[in-house]
T-cell receptor, first 114, second 112 residues
């Protein structure tokens, strides 16, 4: 059972446009929702994260929107740049027996074309 | 700080061979984990450790062993490699399991 569903699989956006990636979850025990950015040949790196008591978080051109009732959250990249071309993963953290576990979506490959 | 380091960067194995993927961190993090990344599958947790001497299974542990004798090192052992284990393997560490995880650069493994 896929606990975090991410869409779309791939996305092509023109430079200056808005990139939007969506994620949905089912487990209400998730209590922290990070987004990771991965460039080719590199490991994922934390981009931005949100807790469910907040509906929106903005850091520069990157914004997370969170809808707790719908169990959905999304990443918006404003004024998208070619340097934003990467694979983006949403994730969700849940407490478990003795530790938290991070569950990832399947990823979205973003290409920003000049 | 070097952060999280992984060796080797690339490896080709034949079916049935064994090998160890190395992972080390110099941030004094208690929590370390191994993920595998396959096309269209995201990152899946193989094993994790909440501290030296403590390990546990993740989502896809079969065919892999881990140990954690020191805080710094968390090697992943493939006992008898299979083509299904062809993947990119990432090690990550964090202060605790609830904190931001920092990923290494990955090991690309091909099993023929």
């Amino acid at each position: 059972q896929q606990q975090v569903k991410q869409s779309p699989q791939s996305l092509i956006v023109q430079k200056g446009g808005i990139s939007i990636i969506n994620c949905a979850y089912e487990n209400t025990a998730f209590d922290y929702f990070p987004w990771y950015q991965q460039f080719p040949g590199k490991g994922p790196a934390l981009l931005i994260a949100i807790r469910p008591d907040v509906s929106e978080k903005k850091e520069g051109r990157f914004t997370i929107s969170f809808n707790k009732s719908a169990k959905q959250f999304s990443l918006h990249i404003m004024d998208s740049q070619p340097g934003d071309s990467a694979t983006y993963f949403c994730a969700a953290l849940q407490p478990g027996a003795g530790s938290y576990q991070l569950t990832f979506g399947k990823g979205t490959k973003l290409s920003v074309i000049p | 700080n070097a952060g999280v380091t992984q060796t080797p960067k690339f490896q080709v194995l034949k079916t049935g061979q064994s090998m160890t993927l190395q992972c080390a961190q110099d941030m004094n993090h208690e929590y370390m984990s191994w993920y595998r990344q396959d096309p269209g599958m995201g990152l899946r947790l193989i094993h994790y450790s909440v501290g030296a001497g403590i390990t546990d299974q993740g989502e896809v542990p079969n065919g892999y062993n881990v140990s954690r004798s020191t805080t710094e090192d968390f090697p992943l052992r493939l006992l008898s490699a299979a083509p299904s284990q062809t993947s990119v393997y990432f090690c990550a560490s964090s202060r605790t399991s609830a904190d931001t995880q920092y990923f290494g650069p990955g090991t690309r493994l091909t099993v023929l």
